[in-house]
């Protein structure tokens, strides 16, 4: 079985702060870990995904994450914050192999409010 | 645009009642899989099919069931509804393993 843990149910930051949501996840195998992005109204976005190969991610709009299996981690950053980066974050974990693939178990959420 | 289409948008029913949810996956994506996120249970894995057999099920409630049509195309059946069962129901597909997951707008159920 696996799971996620976001810390932090909302994050605010200002525009040109760094942005740093925390993803903590669970899993018997190796994982594949996801970050998606939910706008208002909008279905999930992928920013970005870790499936075994590098362990640093670059992903759209500027984010990247980086997966640490000794921390169990897979936080998401962006150097600089937009206002349009104001949405919903979710970090997923689905496990390797047989089809499992899109079997996706979300973390709660984090709701990153942008100040300018 | 995701390229995956649900519809209805919006649906607003009573208590008792059943409802068919429509998704049509991205042209040529053989898997379909159906989401629901509610304010209590956040985002839940429902149900996986895959070139119209089921594939994998997750917390999906015996009220609800789901079939993949041969023109690749699902329906989310929910029947004998309740209160808590007001939600976003997603549909999501993707061509093969390791491929990106793509997530349509969502239905909106609301049962009152």
């Known amino acids: 079985a696996q799971s996620v843990t976001q810390l932090g149910s909302h994050v605010s930051v200002s525009e040109g702060a760094l942005v740093l949501l925390r993803c903590n996840y669970s899993?018997?195998?190796?994982?594949?870990l996801f970050w998606y992005v939910q706008y208002p109204n909008q279905g999930l976005q992928l920013l970005l995904k870790?499936?075994?190969?590098?362990?640093l991610v670059k992903g759209i709009n500027g984010f990247e994450a980086e997966f640490k299996k000794s921390e169990t981690s897979f936080h998401l950053t962006k150097p600089s914050a937009h206002m349009s980066d104001a949405a919903e974050y979710f970090c997923?974990?689905?496990?390797?192999?047989?089809?499992?693939?899109?079997?996706?178990?979300f973390g709660q959420g984090t709701i990153l409010t942008v100040h300018p | 645009d995701s390229g995956v289409t649900q519809t209805p948008k919006h649906l607003i029913t009573a208590t008792g009642q059943r409802v068919t949810l429509r998704c049509s996956p991205r042209s040529g994506d053989l898997s379909v899989y159906w989401y629901q996120q509610s304010l209590d249970q956040g985002l839940q894995f429902l149900i996986h099919?895959?070139?119209?057999?089921?594939?994998a099920k997750g917390n999906i409630l015996e009220r609800f069931s789901a079939q993949q049509f041969p023109d690749l195309h699902s329906e989310l059946n929910l029947s004998s509804l309740e209160l808590g069962d007001s939600a976003l129901y997603f549909c999501?597909?993707?061509?093969?393993?390791?491929?990106?997951?793509?997530f349509g707008n969502g239905t909106r159920l609301t049962v009152t």
């Open positions: 870790y499936t075994s190969a590098a362990t």
């Open positions: 899993s018997s195998v190796p994982p594949y």
């Open positions: 099919y895959y070139n119209g057999e089921e594939r």
């Open positions: 997923a974990v689905s496990l390797t192999g047989g089809t499992s693939y899109g079997k996706l178990t």
């Open positions: 999501a597909s993707h061509r093969e393993e390791n491929s990106p997951l793509h």
